[in-house]
């Protein structure tokens, strides 16, 4: 029997202590029973099974056949396909048996997505920075690598601030409680958003506003705040969802006219621009998220991003407790605590290094996926040309038929890949929809779109696949 067997199986005969040191000893939460004279299997046993037995009282002393499981599943050798699990969730590995039960191997269950839709990557100097902060012992919110992550963050959007969050949720919280935006007030969103966006502006008690989106670029559309701006309105939170730039232009514009602030909402937009300038210094605070499925990550994470320096001392009274920066321990205003800590800016560094890198990886896996699935019959690609826009990649994006949607994603997990739909309209839940102004366009567009497994790893023959089967859907 092979060595790495060896941690899998013990005998019918052993003390249930004695198995409890193999489960322990092994990757796997669980052991083989095999005949105590033959490599004939009659059980498995779980550390589950013996916990459960123990509870009822027997003893460590006991012998295993006291615990474990006859009825398992398993798998003939010969046998092409796996046998069926229905009902036996958590099914991790599966014994390879002969024709008379003799334990020949395993195969593990991969019953969770191996493609997930993203995953971070790191690459560069990420644990080296992690360690040093570490060893540092300034793992709380003082140290260099916030300020060096504060500082390279905003060089690279181009503004003169930088004040790293917990979170991107929080960093939206906030661009408008340091704005002043509270009760009475309107903010303007988007109706397709991650719902941080609309969140945050029920968080200060102000109304949001949610307006419909581009039919081509899926971002806020101008036109809808336009018609959205009532005498109460303060501000809009645009959002460059998946990756696309809003159309700043008219944005500013519309917000000069009015006289409203504008708070970006950057989270899924690292990097993109317009007309030449980077998304996050146009509004007048501007907010990015570092989450783990991010373009870049720092685990959690956020930042807000300004050129306003009284703008940038409130959001530091506000996310430091509202201590006073004169008087410690006096509080000028009810703050938050809404630090990022010195350990997660130092991750923050180390991908912002590598920005150009992580981008262009991105911008190659769509490239390759756009090659595959363009002109196809029944697939609309994320539009790559709005004009004065530069998008980047952060989910590869597409149009599908509403109808076959819900077949790809079903057919694509069977397969193990993960494809997500779009996010779903704010205006279609039931504690937002009261705020809706405008979504028939998101409504449509909300039922066609996915987004494609984006990740590092995935090879150029992955790509074909998930293309090749994607293709079969919509084409049957
Ligand atoms: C991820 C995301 C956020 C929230 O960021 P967190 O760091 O997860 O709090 C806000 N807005 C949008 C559009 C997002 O995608």
Known sequence: MKKEMESLICRETDSIRQVMQVIGAGRKKIAFVLEANSDKIVATVTDGDIRRALLNGIEMTDSVDKCMYKNF???????????????????????????????????????NSYVPVASPQFGGNELK????????????????????????????????????????????????????????????????????????????????????????????????????????????????????????????????????????????????????QRVGSFGHINCFSFFGNKVITTGEGGMCLTNDKEFADRIRLYKDHGMSKNRRYYHEVVGYNYRMTNLQAAIGVAQLERMDEILAWRQALEDSYFEHLQNVDGIVLQKRDMPGRKKIVWLVSVLVDSEKREDIVQHMKEKGVDIRRFFIPLSEMDIYKEYVFSNEVSKKLSTQGINLPTTFDLTEEMVSEICKNIIQVVSC
């Open 73 to 111: 599943v398993f798998k003939k050798k010969d046998d092409a396909v796996m046998p069926d699990l229905t009902g036996r969730s958590g099914v991790e590995i599966i014994p390879v048996v002969d024709e008379d039960m003799m334990l020949l191997g395993y195969e593990e269950v991969y019953e």
């Open 129 to 276: 920075y992690l360690t040093d902060a570490f060893l540092s012992t300034w793992v709380s919110s003082t140290g260099e690598y916030i300020d060096k992550f504060e500082r390279m963050f905003a060089d690279y959007c181009g503004t003169k601030y930088g004040i790293a969050t917990s979170n991107g949720t929080t960093a939206i919280h906030l661009a408008l409680l340091a704005l002043g935006i509270g009760e009475g007030d309107e903010v303007i969103v988007p109706d397709i958003t991650f719902a941080a966006t609309i969140n945050a502006v029920l968080y200060v008690g102000a109304t949001p506003v949610i307006v419909d989106i581009e039919e081509d670029g899926w971002c806020i559309s101008p036109e809808e705040i336009r018609k959205a701006i009532t005498p109460k309105t303060k501000a809009i939170i645009p959002v460059h969802i998946y990756g696309q730039a809003c159309d700043m232009g008219q944005i500013m514009d519309i917000a000069r006219e009015y006289n409203l602030y504008v708070i970006e909402d950057c989270a899924e937009a690292h990097g993109a621009e317009y007309k030449g």
